[in-house]
């Protein structure tokens, strides 16, 4: 099983940004407060020193070209990555930035695999 927090509703590319994308969207338009923005970067840091960054890995992951509308999903079994979810989605809910969970024992082409996520291309695209 595997879930992604994202939103309901595609960007102007077509794309359906996941929940880390869209608190850091809020940031870089200077929207959120200065105890949100505190909360991001320590939080987004703790990610980045305990979740591998697909693209270190293999930098064509999300190259739309090559993987059409590739998107990361956690493992269910990683529930500790997704300790702190909550708390970006609290911000993005305190900003009326609608995000939803999904979850799905099959979202889709596995194109990357570690311990704590998948990055897959949605079947309807790949």
Same mark, same amino acid.
């Given at each position: 099983? =595997?879930? #992604?927090? @994202?939103s309901?509703?595609?960007?102007?590319?077509?794309? =359906?940004?996941?929940?880390?994308g &869209?608190?850091?969207? &809020?940031?870089? @338009?200077?929207r959120?407060?200065?105890?949100?923005? #505190?909360?991001?970067?320590?939080?987004?840091?703790?990610?980045?020193?305990?979740?591998?960054? *697909?693209?270190?890995?293999?930098?064509?992951? =999300?190259?739309?070209?090559?993987?059409?509308?590739a998107?990361?999903?956690?493992k &269910? /079994?990683?529930?500790h990555?997704? @300790?702190?979810?909550?708390?970006?989605?609290?911000?993005?809910?305190?900003?009326?930035?609608?995000?939803?969970?999904?979850? /799905?024992?099959?979202?889709? #082409?596995?194109? =990357?695999?570690?311990?704590g996520?998948?990055?897959v291309? *949605?079947?309807?695209?790949?």
């Amino acid at each position: 099983m =595997y879930v #992604r927090f @994202q939103s309901p509703k595609p960007n102007g590319r077509g794309t =359906y940004p996941g929940v880390f994308g &869209l608190v850091n969207g &809020l940031a870089a @338009q200077g929207r959120l407060s200065n105890a949100e923005e #505190r909360f991001r970067r320590e939080n987004n840091a703790w990610y980045e020193a305990n979740f591998t960054n *697909p693209a270190t890995v293999d930098p064509t992951v =999300y190259d739309r070209s090559i993987n059409p509308g590739a998107a990361a999903w956690f493992k &269910l /079994s990683a529930g500790h990555l997704m @300790q702190r979810v909550p708390g970006y989605l609290a911000i993005l809910a305190a900003h009326d930035v609608e995000c939803v969970r999904l979850e /799905s024992v099959d979202p889709g #082409r596995i194109i =990357y695999e570690d311990d704590g996520q998948v990055v897959v291309v *949605p079947h309807e695209i790949g």
